[in-house]
Structure formats: C-alpha cells, structure tokens
C-alpha cells in the first residue's frame, strides 16, 4: 500500500470512523455542494417527506461515505452501506431493497460496477419504489411486484460520466467532489489532530496539507506517520520541521510526489531529456510494469500539470524540470 494512495487500507477504515464529521456543519470546504446539499435536505424535512436520491461523484477519499453518513444523520433516519461490486445478481439488490426501513438512506458506494440486471432493477426501484422479483426459470418464470417503503439512495462514483444515462437521470441531485484546497485539508487536519488529541502548530498542519494531494483521506493517513515521529523523535507537538523531517523519512516530498511518483519522472528528464518517450519504454526505464506507471503514477502528475501524456508519447513539463531541480536542455537551433 502506498502512503498516498487514495483507497482505504485496513488502517485508514480501523480510524476513519472517528474522525468522520457527524454533519454538514463539521464538514469542511466543498462549499457549493453543502450548500445545495443543505436546501435539498432542509426542504425534504420540511415536506416530511423522503430526500430525493443523491449522486456523488469525485476520486476515492474526498468524503463521499461522509457525506452520506452525514445525509442520513440529517434525515434522521438508518442508513445502509453497500456497493457496486457486492451486488452480482438482481436478487442481491432485490434482498436489500426489501428490507429497507421507510426513509432509509441506502448509501452504494462505485455504483458504476453494478451488474446490469441489478442496474434495471434499481431503475425502477428509484423512479416507482417497486422492484418485480422473478421467480422460476425458463418460460414458466414469472415476475411478482413488491412494493417498497420510499428510501434516499446516494450513489457514488469516480466519474458521472461512466453511469448510464438512464440511471443518472433518476437521480434527484447531482453532486462533484473537487480535490481539497490546502488550505481547506489543513483544517481537516487540524480538526483530526483535536480528535485524536495531538498537538500540532498551524504551520505543521500547512506542511502536511502540503503534501495530502487534495485528499482528506491521505492527509489524515499522513497526520498518523507525523504524529508517530513527532513521539519518537520530538515532544510530541508537530511543528513545521517535524512534519517536513517525518514525510521525508517516508519519501513523501513538497508536493505530495511519492518514490514511485519521482522515479517516473527522474527518468523521463534524465534519460529521454523529456520526452516524448513511449510508456513502454519509461516503464522499462523505472522498472514497473506499463500499468502501474501508466494508473498509479501518471494520473496525479497529470494533474500536478508535471507530466503531458501527448500522441507521440510522454512529455515533461517546464514544471517538471523546476520540481527536481534540472535544467532543461537548450532547444536545437538550426
Ligand atoms: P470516500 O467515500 O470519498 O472515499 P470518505 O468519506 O471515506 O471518502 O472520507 C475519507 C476520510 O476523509 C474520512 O476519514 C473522513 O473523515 C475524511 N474526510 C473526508 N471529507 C472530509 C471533510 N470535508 N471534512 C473533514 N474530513 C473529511
């Protein structure tokens, strides 16, 4: 696992629990959302009646099972956590649908990986509240109606764009997670620090939030690694030097660039003068496989605006060179 991957490892979902705001209120930056949010929730209330379902769409780790913590939490009612992938067969859904408490908030995180039969069932399930469960096979299969209590489903996903019209069009409210600003991710550490009762300085939360990717998740996992070192190495408290001293120790640097992230990189300047080079040959170089460069580290250089994946090939950017200290070549003049 890396320290700043995106996904939950066995530590993060051990702590997350305690560190996830309990409602809108707690929940920092993503302002356009809470507010939208806020009124969409406050209107249900006062209609008593059931929200309207919900999409999240964002990258792993920018609060999305929050959020729908924090949607039930406001409705005041149950919620139910499940996902894509978990949900093979239309009976699985049909199982869970059935046993929903009226007003119940059923939370499907990577909505994107349903199978399709239990994508049409929950067409109908979200539109009519109803799901016709087949029983039997063959020709003398037949199709029972059941009802169902109105529930709120949130839907998340990394990308709206990969839902089937169909089914995002049932949703009543559509909402993107943009990455974290860092001045927003040191609030959500400092907050973690109260929580988890470490003394950090503001400019210590500012170098950690630094280094998080926009990411509340792997600010709180970094946070962690901090606060160890803060205990073995120092008092305790973290500082800015402390957080600097402990991420380098985990080869995390400035900006939030990994080993992986460097050695990539490193060997598009220094050996291809940056680029363009073909992702085989760059993989070659760093020795990873085509896939680990081309899905773990690319897509946060991308991002960083450090790295241009271009028809003829890999190309490094003036931001590149600036990032690890080296000077470009001199372009050719003929
Ligand atoms: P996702 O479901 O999008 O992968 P999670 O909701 O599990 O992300 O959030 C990951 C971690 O980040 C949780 O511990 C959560 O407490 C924290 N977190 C996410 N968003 C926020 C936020 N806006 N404010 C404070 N903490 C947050």
Avoid: C
């Amino acid at each position: 696992e890396r320290l700043v991957g995106a996904s939950a490892d066995r530590e993060d979902q051990a702590v997350e629990a305690a560190l996830r705001p309990k409602d809108l209120g707690e929940f920092i930056g993503q302002e356009k959302v809470r507010e939208q949010l806020d009124l969409v929730l406050r209107a249900a209330r006062a209609r008593g009646a059931t929200a309207d379902h919900v999409l999240l769409s964002g990258a792993p780790g920018l609060g999305k099972t929050t959020l729908s913590m924090i949607i039930a939490a406001e409705m005041g009612a149950p919620i139910r956590i499940t996902s894509g992938p978990a949900i093979q067969h239309a009976g699985d859904l049909a199982a869970i649908l059935s046993s929903l408490q009226e007003g119940e908030v059923l939370f499907l995180d990577e909505i994107h990986r349903m199978s399709r039969p239990a994508e049409e069932m929950l067409y109908m399930a979200m539109e009519d509240f109803r799901v016709d469960v087949i029983v039997g096979k063959g020709p003398g299969a037949t199709a029972i109606p059941l009802e169902l209590p109105p529930f709120t489903l949130v839907g998340a996903t990394t990308r709206a764009g990969l839902l089937p019209p169909p089914l995002r069009d049932r949703f009543g409210f559509t909402a993107h997670m943009e990455f974290y600003e860092p001045a927003e991710l040191q609030r959500v550490i400092h907050r973690s620090a109260g929580l988890l009762d470490v003394e950090i300085e503001p400019d210590g939360a500012a170098e950690i939030a630094g280094r998080s990717r926009g990411t509340p998740r792997i600010a709180n996992r970094l946070l962690r690694r901090v606060r160890d070192y803060a205990q073995v190495k120092a008092d305790g408290v973290i500082t800015r030097e402390i957080a600097a001293a402990a991420l380098a120790v985990y080869e995390v640097d400035a900006r939030g660039l990994d080993r992986l992230d460097r050695a990539v990189l490193e060997a598009l300047l220094k050996l291809f003068g940056g680029g363009p080079v073909g992702l085989s040959t760059l993989a070659v170089a760093v020795g990873e496989e085509r896939e680990t460069v081309e899905e773990v580290a690319e897509p946060f250089l991308v991002r960083e605006g450090l790295l241009a994946r271009t028809p003829r090939g890999r190309v490094a950017t003036p931001a590149a060179w600036a990032h690890l200290g080296l000077t470009p070549p001199r372009p050719q003049t003929s």
